[in-house]
Nanobody, 114 residues
């Protein structure tokens, strides 16, 4: 049974930065693709970024050049560095992995406001 625990959300001003962390347990972390998704109230959950076991990354267009996903295999942790934040980045952010089924973290709120 996989467990994913996010942290690092909070309030930031437009143009500011936040770093999200997701610690995982119960999975062969180094062999898996992990992702960050986000969801606003009333909206669908959307992919923000993914990182392959070999380090290949993929981003949704709206965050390219501003967000960076990375992983630390010995720590079983995936990160999302968010820079140049915009009000539209406000959402609940979720860590994700698929191991025969989808696993999600509990989510962490990111609010971008002046």
């Amino acid at each position: 049974q996989a467990q994913l625990v996010e942290s690092g959300g909070g309030l930031a001003q437009p143009g500011g930065s936040l770093r999200l962390s997701c610690v995982t347990r119960g999975i062969v972390f180094r062999a898996l693709t992990l992702g960050w998704y986000r969801q606003v109230p009333g909206g669908q959950r959307e992919m923000v970024a993914t990182i392959h076991s070999h380090g290949f990354t993929n981003y949704t267009d709206s965050v390219k050049g501003r967000f960076t996903i990375s992983r630390d295999n010995p720590k079983n942790t995936v990160y999302l560095q968010m820079d140049s934040l915009k009000v539209d980045d406000t959402a609940v952010y979720y860590c994700y992995v698929n191991v025969f089924r989808d696993y999600w973290g509990q989510g962490t709120q990111v609010t971008v406001s002046s």
